[in-house]
């Protein structure tokens, strides 16, 4: 299997999720309440909602740029730009939609190209730091790549969680229903 084979379902179904989060907020909160979410933290010091999501639609595309041993795309610094200013400016639930959309775009046509390195490809991936990890393309998907992108996606979950936004299980793992076998829904 192709570690872009396990990425990109991962990342397309878990934005999609994101986007459905977003959506229910906004019909479930007041459109200042709603708006208001994107500024909300999980904690001081932490990056607000905003930010969240630009660095988990980031943090797709760089894994399967990065993969493939592609250059990244400048949406990927764009988004990055916007996160670290999204205190200032966090921008709109549209614009977060938008955000979204354009990477799950992104993601699934860099996937159409069939490029895929070697699991055992050396990979040093440097951090704005400073810092360089050397890993191989499957230690960056297994233990940076996938890590990273969910830490985003479950911090916005929970920031919308805290928030007030009604979500539940079901809304975190909602691509699991279709693969539910007929006449189990309602057991245990």
Do not use: N
Request: proline letters at 5%; glycine letters at 8%.
């Amino acid at each position: 299997m192709k570690l872009s084979e396990v990425l990109v379902p991962t990342y397309v179904q878990m934005l999609k999720a994101l986007s459905a989060w977003l959506s229910k907020a906004e019909a479930q909160l007041p459109s200042d309440g709603a708006q208001g979410l994107l500024s909300a933290c999980l904690a001081p010091g932490m990056f607000p909602l905003s930010t969240q999501i630009r660095f988990a639609c980031a943090q797709a595309q760089e894994g399967v740029f990065r993969l493939q041993g592609q250059a990244f795309p400048s949406s990927i610094q764009i988004l990055l730009d916007e996160g670290r200013g999204a205190v200032e400016r966090p921008g709109s639930l549209a614009e977060a939609q938008g955000r979204i959309e354009e990477s799950v775009a992104v993601v699934t046509a860099a996937a159409s190209q069939g490029l895929d390195m070697d699991a055992a490809t050396p990979i040093a991936h440097d951090l704005p730091t400073g810092m360089i990890f050397d890993l191989t393309a499957e230690q960056y998907a297994r233990d940076w790549a996938l890590p990273q992108f969910y830490f985003h996606v479950m911090i916005a979950y929970a920031i919308l969680r805290s928030e007030g936004v009604e979500l539940g299980k079901a809304d975190y793992v909602a691509h699991m229903f279709a693969h539910l076998r007929p006449g189990t829904a309602g057991q245990g």
